[in-house]
């Protein structure tokens, strides 16, 4: 199947500081990334559409200027949360919809995850 | 929106047979997804219906049905592997946004 990386896998930075975290589409070009975030024992909750060349479509109750997103090739999408705080930290997670796959129209390839810690 | 009602955990015993539920409720549908987690790790697709009916894919099948507004995956011959969260996601367009269900725990025992 399609593959789909992250970087950092693990961040831990301080209080007031801004991280980016990267996720690229390998081997596909994907026009639309997604990006979850996931608190321990939780569901993944949507935070936003991001779109190549476009941008991103935030989920209600997610504050566009504190996670920008930009979506700046067909391979890489990036997702800064900026001025991170304690109640920041998650396991941030990004999917790839990939149109012209083989397998089932609808999978989404999943990156591996990053775990931000905000002391 | 979308919300998605699954149990919140599933104990059985290797060999056994798990089938874990889904209802939904929805404004806009276009078909029922299933991934499994395993602790730390990111979710991996197994199943996705668009129409009504069964899938099968192995030991794992999954069945929609669009009327009840329901679908539910089947774990068969169950091995100590397959402890892990599995999720049911509600296709909401078709550019694939997801809806994700809480999860459910599936404990498999020796």
């Known amino acids: 199947g399609a593959v789909v990386s992250q970087h950092p896998s693990r961040v831990i930075c301080k209080s007031g500081t801004s991280v980016k975290i990267e996720c690229r589409s390998l081997?596909?070009?994907?026009?639309?990334m997604f990006w979850y975030r996931q608190f321990p024992k939780q569901s993944l909750m949507l935070m936003a559409t991001s779109n190549e060349g476009s941008k991103a479509t935030y989920e209600q109750g997610v504050e566009k200027d504190k996670f920008l997103i930009n979506h700046a090739s067909l391979t890489l999408s990036t997702l800064t949360v900026t001025s991170a705080h304690p109640e920041d930290s998650s396991f941030y997670i990004c999917?790839?919809?990939?149109?012209?796959?083989?397998?089932?129209?609808?999978?989404?390839?999943f990156g591996p995850g990053t775990r931000l810690t905000v002391l | 929106g979308q919300s998605l009602e699954q149990p919140s955990e599933v104990t059985a015993v290797e060999g056994a047979i798990v089938q874990i539920n889904c209802t939904y409720q929805?404004?806009?549908?276009?078909?029922l997804s299933w991934y499994q987690q395993h602790d730390g790790g990111a979710p991996t697709f197994l199943s996705y219906?668009?129409?009504?009916g069964l899938e099968e894919t192995g030991r794992f099948s999954s069945f929609l049905s669009r009327s009840d507004s329901y679908g539910y995956l089947l774990l068969q011959e169950l091995q100590m592997k397959d402890s892990a969260s599995y999720f049911c996601a509600g296709s909401t367009d078709s550019w694939g946004k997801l809806q994700f269900g809480a999860g459910t725990q599936v404990v498999v025992t020796p």
């Open positions: 999917s790839a919809h990939n149109p012209r796959g083989l397998s089932s129209y609808n999978e989404q390839f």
């Open positions: 929805t404004s806009g549908f276009y078909g």
């Open positions: 081997d596909f070009q994907a026009t639309t």
């Open positions: 219906n668009a129409l009504d």
